[in-house]
Structures are given as structure tokens and as C-alpha cells.
């Protein structure tokens, strides 16, 4: 996760086999019963979990072991982020998501 605004709050990245609807921007975080079933787990990324550099960015790294099932060919993987706190984000080009998969063979 890099933070390009230095708010370096605690997230939760909720992952979801399908769209889902979620809550307006700066609304409580809301997903419908419906929704969840589709999901496929969260990741916590603490405040704890971010260094800051030189006061322009801040970046967390997060390793889960999180059996996603689902086919990287066929089908895609959506996200929500639940933020913690009152994080004051200017632009939506403020927090930039990398994941990567390790397969287990």
C-alpha cells in the first residue's frame, strides 16, 4: 500500500469474487448481507504497518497467506477499503494497492 498523502491509516481491504455495492465516499462503511456472501476475505493493514519516506509517501507491505479460490483466467477480483479513523485523502490517485500472488504447488 502505498500512501502518497502521509495518512498512513489503518485499512481493511475487503476482497469479493463480484461487484458489490458499497457506501458513498465519506459515508459509514456498509455492505449488504447479500454482498458478503461473495466475499473472500479481509486484510488489516495497521498504522503500525507503514514507514514513512522522507514525508512525501508512506508505504505498508503485508504478507497473508489468503486462499483466494477463485480462476485468474475467467474471473475477476474486486476490492473495498474500509478506512479506520478519519483519513483526509486529496485525490483518488492518493493510495495505490499492489498485490501479488505466490502459487503453492
Request: charged share 15%; hydrophobic share 50%; aromatic share 8%.
Amino acid at each position: 500500500m502505498l500512501d502518497k498523502g502521509v495518512q498512513s491509516a489503518a485499512l481493511d481491504l475487503y476482497f469479493f469474487k463480484s461487484t458489490v455495492t458499497v457506501a458513498a465516499d465519506n459515508a459509514a462503511f456498509t455492505i449488504s448481507d447479500a454482498d458478503m456472501l461473495h466475499c473472500l476475505g479481509v486484510v488489516n493493514i495497521l498504522a503500525a504497518d507503514y514507514d514513512t519516506v522522507a514525508a512525501v509517501s508512506s508505504i505498508a507491505t503485508v504478507s497473508v497467506l489468503f486462499p483466494i479460490l477463485f480462476n485468474q483466467t475467467t474471473e475477476s477480483l474486486f476490492m473495498a477499503i474500509k478506512a479506520i479513523g478519519a483519513p483526509d485523502y486529496v485525490g483518488a490517485a492518493d493510495l495505490v494497492i499492489s498485490l501479488t500472488s505466490e502459487s503453492k504447488d
